[in-house]
Nanobody
Framework: VQLQASGGGSVQAGNSLRLSCADS????????VAWFRQAPGKEREFVAR????????YYVDSVKGRFTISRDSAKNTVYLQMNSLKPEDTAVYYC?????????????????WGQGTQVTVSS
């Protein structure tokens, strides 16, 4: 598994971004995939995850109703659609693939990590 995250940028509050996480080796079809984020001076925190078939999704409370995680198996890509962005969403966003099909909200359960993409939301 080799992950490549993209789609970050600088936007004003209320706008949207879509992050992509592609597996260049096309091998994470059996793995849960998650997005984490890390703001300056803070620990990396769980944002959302999706099971290997895409049938189960989970979100941190602060993004529920605003963010949507999805996966396209044909393109071997997982997306994070982020709407109604807030300044507190500003962070480096990382995608990660778990060893198993369902994952968790803990960074310790994720073995493969992308390089991170910066999201900056201004008020």
């Amino acid at each position: 598994v080799q992950l490549q995250a993209s789609g970050g940028g600088s936007v004003q509050a209320g706008n949207s971004l879509r992050l992509s996480c592609a597996d260049s080796r096309r091998t994470f079809s059996n793995n849960a995939v998650a997005w984490f984020r890390q703001a300056p001076g803070k620990e990396r925190e769980f944002v959302a995850r999706i099971s290997w078939r895409g049938t189960n999704t989970y979100y941190v409370d602060s993004v529920k109703g605003r963010f949507t995680i999805s996966r396209d198996s044909a393109k071997n890509t997982v997306y994070l659609q982020m709407n109604s962005l807030k300044p507190e969403d500003t962070a480096v966003y990382y995608c990660a693939a778990a060893l198993g099909p369902y994952g968790s909200s803990s960074v310790r359960d994720y073995r493969y990590w992308g390089q991170g993409t910066q999201v900056t939301v201004s008020s």
